[in-house]
């Protein structure tokens, strides 16, 4: 079986959003899966001395956020930019990897109804009591899950996923890693279409 896809990704990353929403029906084409790797980018760029989109110097931030809404209506894919942005999303990404441990098959959908709120519902997914009742609305044991993000494993696998993230070289979101060759960002997808459709170029 083809190794399957690594796909890094914050919460509080547009463009990880927007590639989220399409990497699944591209790996699916090429016989692949995609297993969902929850970093936190704000370590990451503590790490790798860099900072948010949104957060650098004037011009480069408006352009962000412009490009964040076009890259969405290129894609396809309904955006609305959050009110209360960039976020902390711990919660969410170690709820991420307790449903990887327990509930395997929830947790991709779980990743997309979280993405979703946050960039086309504006809610506030820092809030554990949000999250909760996302897992809610899918079925899932709201508050079961958020207990079991709150194992003192749950969070050490987070805090190892980022750790082994900047070791690998991960310094921004989304990181794909096909192969083990990484792609940095949702305007890659067409070379990762690529490389799995004809290999290394």
């Known amino acids: 079986m083809p190794n399957p896809i690594d796909f890094h990704f914050d919460f509080s990353s547009p463009y990880s959003f927007l590639a989220s929403e399409q990497i699944e029906p591209l790996a699916a084409r090429h016989g692949r899966t ?18 948010p989109l949104t957060e650098q110097y004037g011009p480069k931030a408006k352009y ?26 711990v919660a969410a990404s170690r709820a991420v990897l307790w449903l990887q441990q327990h509930r395997p098959d929830q947790a ?46 749950i969070k050490d696998a987070l805090r190892r996923r980022v750790e082994d993230a900047v070791a690998l070289g991960v310094f921004g ?10 792609f940095w960002g949702n305007d890659r997808l ?3 279409e690529r490389w799995l459709a ?3 170029f």
């Open 64 to 89: 962000s956020v412009h490009d964040f809404e076009r890259s969405a209506r290129f894609a396809g894919v309904r955006y609305r930019h959050p009110s209360k942005f960039p976020i902390g999303a």
């Open 190 to 192: 067409p070379q990762i």
């Open 108 to 153: 991709n959908p779980f990743v997309h109804a979280v993405f979703r709120a946050f960039f086309q519902d504006d809610r506030d997914i820092s809030d554990p009591a949000v999250v909760a009742a996302i897992a809610q609305s899918l079925g899932i044991d709201g508050q079961a899950l958020m207990e079991g993000a709150q194992a003192p494993a």
């Open 34 to 51: 995609v297993v969902f790797q929850p970093i936190l980018l704000g370590v990451v760029f503590k790490a790798s001395g860099s900072a």
């Open 198 to 200: 004809s290999g290394p």
């Open 173 to 182: 979101a989304p990181t794909i890693v096909v192969d083990g060759e990484m």
